[in-house]
């Protein structure tokens, strides 16, 4: 006739999980940010109650894969979630699967230029863009160097954007 209930089920804290993911994420190197876009849980898993805390257990590993390699635009990190009842200890653990954005803060071209013509600091500023290889992120690196090609506005600068001072010039004996 009488019935007790001890715990009601319910699915994985999904802002928790993005909570502690972000978080972990927030340590990538100066220069460089790593953006979690959307975050994909299993459906699967139940867990007792919402009294859980979530750790990613490892992820410096994944981190530095992601960093190595920045086009992968998907993380597959694992998740455990640890019961904070004393009495419990009890711990489930899930796979998240992570779309990830890897932005680098790189030199970026204010007003179209033309080759040949010499960069000024008013003519480039730093900002957020997708991770790419070969930009130019110090401004010391760009300042009073020619461009090969031409360069439109918000394009950021590449290596191969920037040519070598001649060290003779037209007319010197």
């Not at 299993?42 to 894969?65: E, F, M």
Request: aromatic share 6%; with cysteine; net charge neutral.
């Amino acid at each position: 006739e009488f019935c007790l209930v001890s715990a009601l089920s319910s699915p994985i804290n999904e802002e928790a999980v993005v909570h502690v993911l972000e978080h972990e994420f927030q340590s990538a190197p100066t220069g460089m940010r790593v953006l979690v876009q959307s975050i994909r849980l299993p459906t699967v898993q139940v867990l007792r109650h919402n009294n859980y805390a979530y750790k990613v257990p490892g992820l410096a590993d994944q981190i530095s894969r992601i960093f190595a390699n920045p086009r992968t635009h998907f993380a597959q990190i694992k998740v455990v979630a640890v019961d904070q009842d004393p009495a419990s200890q009890s711990s489930v653990e899930f796979i998240a699967q992570l779309s990830l954005r890897v932005e680098i803060q790189a030199l970026v071209i204010t007003q179209t230029r033309e080759r040949g013509e010499r960069l000024t600091p008013e003519l480039v500023a730093l900002e957020w863009i997708p991770f790419q290889d070969q930009i130019v992120t110090d401004e010391k690196l760009v300042v009073g160097k020619l461009l090969k090609t031409r360069v439109m506005p918000k394009q950021a600068i590449r290596t191969w954007d920037l040519m070598r001072e001649p060290e003779v010039q037209r007319g010197d004996r």
